[in-house]
């Protein structure tokens, strides 16, 4: 009976934990209607389902050419093994084993693998463990390959995990392997690697603490959206006003528009536009989730009759392809196009929306409490942007001011099974426990280069402004 007793406590323990989730999941998530660029309010976007299916040309494989004779054969290399890492993630380790010798080392902030033969049996069993009972499949997708000198190659890439958890959570790592070369490979059949050193943007137990364990904004929008997987990135240096981030290259979702008038200093919530969207929420379905919400403002002139010119803001929301969708070949992808070509708001005076492949960016960034809102925001990328410079880092401008990049870990922009863009969520946090980022470029500006598009209708993605 003492058992049965603690039994039923137990349990009503737990079902008063799911409750009070489950409230402040309701609490936490207001509806936020797309309609109009209205101000800060946390929610939830859920629009129709778009009207086309297209899909995009275009390799998501970012390859760094290398000049000059003196890279080709390792830059030939770094290719080769970059498509065969992705193979053997896949479970075919075949073109992968061709290009180790039997003696090949492999360092990682796991492993330590002697030969080729534990190396690969040592990836073997990490990919099963990943796909094992009904998980995501693991997706590793190649974010840029290259040379670092005579003899040694490196691909840089990223790899999106499911961890087995009741909340299903979302690993993504940022690595890069550097592979040093043999000529000939002793049999004579052209170069192959006789070591790999491999390093993650973080170690072990910090990915495991940051991205494995259950954050309390998972865990309070576990009832309206599943857990969100970050963009991995790499922490350069800290000072005592910023630190130096580094965001890898990625293909995403790019829509941006125009904006002038009031709008420039309108408050405007870090969600995307209604014609981002072209999926809907379904109760039936599960959804792949990203944070953080990515917005990159830049400041330009605009040509105005009568020979004068009036200050805009291009306003880019950035919403980086789960790794799931990632490194799907390219004309899998659904038109990315929930009808920019329709009505403007007032003071915009041109919509876009299109896949891009976007460089790495660096920026100074620093944390910022309560809502990202536009004194804050602008506050905050002025003082970052003097003390970078004070330091001697190059700050990006734009019409003499910085480019600034919002980023929102409290919101989180979700995909559903056909790679549609679905929900935006941006939870309702105490101050205190807000994750609200703001940042500069740094040394170059940002061009991403646009995937091309193939549709039926001969629609481009953007309204032709």
Not at 240 to 263: C, F, G, K, N, S
Not at 346 to 358: H, I, M, W
């Amino acid at each position: 009976l003492s058992l049965f007793a603690c039994s039923l406590s137990a349990l009503s323990l737990l079902l008063f934990v799911g409750q009070m989730i489950a409230l402040c999941s309701l609490l936490g998530s207001a509806a936020y209607l797309p309609s109009t660029p209205s101000g800060l309010s946390p929610g939830v976007w859920q629009v129709r389902s778009g009207r086309r299916a297209a899909a995009v040309r275009g390799a998501l494989v970012d390859a760094t050419a290398v000049g000059g004779a003196g890279g080709r054969l390792e830059q030939g290399v770094a290719e080769a093994f970059a498509m065969a890492l992705v193979e053997a993630w896949k479970g075919d380790d075949a073109g992968l084993g061709r290009m180790l010798l039997p003696e090949t080392r492999v360092e990682t902030p796991i492993w330590s693998c002697a030969s080729a033969r534990d190396y690969l049996d040592d990836l073997a069993g990490a990919c099963r463990f990943f796909t094992n009972a009904g998980r995501t499949p693991p997706a590793l997708a190649v974010l840029s390959t290259g040379v670092v000198r005579p003899g040694v190659a490196k691909v840089q890439w990223s790899l999106g995990v499911e961890w087995p958890s009741a909340w299903r959570s979302r690993v993504n790592l940022l690595a890069e392997s550097e592979l040093l070369l043999e000529s000939g490979g002793g049999g004579g059949g052209g170069p192959r690697v006789r070591a790999i050193k491999e390093t993650w943007h973080e170690a072990p137990l910090d990915v495991f603490g940051r991205q494995v364990t259950p954050r309390l904004r998972d865990l309070v929008s576990l009832w309206n959206s599943p857990t969100a997987e970050h963009v991995p990135m790499w922490t350069e240096r800290t000072t005592d006003d910023y630190r130096v981030l580094r965001v890898p290259p990625m293909v995403a979702v790019q829509a941006e528009w125009v904006e002038t008038q009031t709008l420039l200093l309108a408050e405007q919530a870090p969600l995307p536009p209604e014609f981002a969207f072209t999926g809907e929420v379904k109760r039936s379905e599960w959804y792949s989730c990203v944070a953080p919400s990515l917005l990159e403002r830049g400041r330009l002139s605009q040509q105005l009759p009568g020979n004068m010119r009036q200050v805009a803001q291009r306003r880019r929301w950035v919403l980086p392809l789960p790794a799931a969708f990632a490194c799907l070949p390219a004309a899998e992808l659904p038109s990315p196009d929930g009808g920019s070509g329709g009505t403007r708001p007032e003071g915009v005076t041109s919509q876009s929306v299109q896949y891009v492949r976007r460089p790495s960016m660096r920026l100074a960034a620093r944390s910022i409490r309560n809502l990202p809102s536009n004194k804050a925001v602008l506050s905050a990328a002025r003082e970052l942007a003097a003390a970078a410079e004070r330091d001697g880092l190059t700050v990006v401008r734009q019409e003499g001011q910085p480019v600034v990049v919002q980023m929102c870990y409290d919101a989180k922009i979700g995909w559903n099974k056909r790679a549609q863009v679905s929900m935006a969520v941006w939870l309702s946090m105490p101050p205190l426990l807000q994750d609200n980022q703001v940042g500069v470029l740094l040394d170059v500006p940002c061009t991403p280069v646009p995937l091309p598009m193939i549709d039926a209708g001969g629609a481009s993605g953007s309204d032709g402004s």
